[in-house]
Nanobody, 118 residues
């Protein structure tokens, strides 16, 4: 089993930056990718960013160039550095751990709210 606990969400003004952190515990070899999804009000859950064990990254179109994902397996942590935030980035952000080969989410965190408002 793997447990994921997010932190770092909150209220921020547009164009500001915020960093989310996710601490991983449990079986570290049962998954490959770590990353983040988000679900905004009235929207479907969408991929924000992911990073594999060898460092390959994937970003959603709406965040590419503004958000950066990092992982440190020795610290059991995955970070999401968000810059130039927009009101449309308002969402609940979920950390996830993805399956080997497919990358499909296997485990989820409980989510952390990010609200971008003037």
């Amino acid at each position: 089993q793997v447990q994921l606990v997010e932190s770092g969400g909150g209220l921020v003004h547009p164009k500001y930056s915020l960093q989310l952190s996710c601490k991983v515990s449990g079986d570290m070899v049962s998954f490959d990718a770590l990353g983040w999804y988000r679900q905004g009000p009235g929207k479907q859950r969408e991929l924000v960013a992911s990073i594999t064990r060898r460092g390959d990254t994937t970003y959603g179109d709406s965040v590419r160039g503004r958000f950066t994902v990092f992982r440190d397996d020795s610290e059991r942590t995955v970070l999401l550095q968000m810059s130039k935030l927009l009101p449309e980035d308002t969402a609940v952000y979920y950390c996830y751990a993805g399956a080997w080969h497919t990358g499909s989410p296997l485990y989820w965190g409980q989510g952390t709210q990010v609200t971008v408002t003037p």
